[in-house]
């Protein structure tokens, strides 16, 4: 479902600024390398980056993806 997707994606972002990190165990050293985000392809958007107030630069677009087919449900901005 859509909801999962964006839950991977979460995910991989968090996990490649773990790895990034100088100290992944440092929340601190996490939050840096996550600001450096950017032009990330993820499951749910071609390119994803935060902006200066931390948000999304992209809008959000979810589907359903079911035995009927892909069926859009709803842009977040």
Do not use: C, H
């Not at 991977?8 to 100290?23: E, V, Y």
């Not at 840096?32 to 677009?61: I, M």
């Amino acid at each position: 479902e859509a909801w999962s997707a964006v839950a991977f994606d979460t995910a991989w972002i968090l996990f490649g600024a773990m790895s990034r990190a100088k100290d992944p165990n440092s929340g601190e050293d996490i939050r840096k390398e996550l600001k450096k985000t950017s032009g990330v392809s993820l499951v749910t958007t071609d390119s994803f980056s935060f902006g200066e107030d931390n948000s999304p630069r992209k809008d959000l677009y979810l589907y359903r993806i079911s035995k009927d087919g892909i069926q859009y449900e709803a842009t977040l901005k």
